[in-house]
């Protein structure tokens, strides 16, 4: 089975912000993607509302509310108090759990395995007790996968950067080996693969192979190449790729 395209608007948000407005509209491309055929939306509201604000997230929620059956809503973000908050209002299907360092301007590293297991794990059961699937954004480390498994997600998410990376360099096929023995580990522990940064159409094919992967999140790449072909068609390559 395919694994899912989940969008990431933020991107939509960046460009609206950096004229003022309303323009490009955040709810008319989340209607476009949906669309074209992708099974999900994801946003990552930053404390300082640099790209999604928490008016846009209430506003994509309403959107997708009438197909949530189909449509998959994905809130990613640290576990600070105001997104937790935003979680509960607004109850998505998922929240992916990133760690944030101070100035970054993407997420940059998973989750280390030193983070207190307890202090996370609570975070993760009252999600749970939300009715909100849990992601832990993690690295391709065996060491990582244990840890998001005892904290108590149902889910991770890879971080691609290092595959892309080593895909840029000739060195592709034995990074993906990397992040497969994750994969394999991760099925085997129960927890379900997500992954995503810095994915694009070059790199996808190739990371697509991934065992038991279930969804990719894609962001940048998709939208950057929405600039030149249109965001319906841009959807569709990716998915294109997904389902060969």
């Known amino acids: 089975m395919a694994a899912r395209l989940s969008v990431n608007v933020n991107k939509v948000a960046t460009l609206r912000n950096a004229r003022g407005g309303d323009v490009p509209s955040v709810i008319a491309a989340v209607r476009t993607i949906v669309a074209a055929g992708a099974p999900g939306i994801t946003i990552h509201p930053r404390a300082d509302e640099r790209h999604i604000r928490a008016v846009d997230a209430r506003a994509i929620a309403a959107e997708l509310a009438p197909l949530r059956e189909q449509i998959e809503f994905n809130i990613e973000g640290d576990p600070r108090p105001d997104l937790l908050a935003m979680v509960e209002e607004l109850r998505p299907h998922q929240c992916t759990l990133v760690p944030v360092r101070p100035g970054e301007i993407t997420s940059q590293a998973g989750w280390p395995t030193d983070t207190s297991r307890a202090e996370l794990g609570a975070i993760t059961s009252r999600l749970h007790g939300l009715g909100v699937r849990v992601s832990l954004f993690i690295e391709a480390d065996l060491a990582a996968v244990r840890w998001a498994r005892d904290v108590g997600a149902q889910r991770i998410e890879l971080y691609t950067e290092p595959y892309a990376h080593a895909f840029a360099a000739g ?13 394999e580990l991760a099925h085997d522990l129960g927890l379900g693969i997500n992954a995503g940064h810095d994915l694009d159409l070059d790199n996808l094919p190739l990371f697509s192979r991934l065992p038991h992967l279930d969804e990719v999140s894609i ?10 072909v249109g965001l319906d068609r841009a959807v569709r390559d990716y998915i294109a790729v997904l389902v060969e």
């Not at 962001?219 to 030149?228: K, V």
């Open 171 to 183: 060195r592709g096929e034995a990074e993906l080996a990397r992040f497969a023995a994750a994969a």
């Open 219 to 228: 962001g940048h790449a998709l939208i950057s190449h929405a600039l030149f």
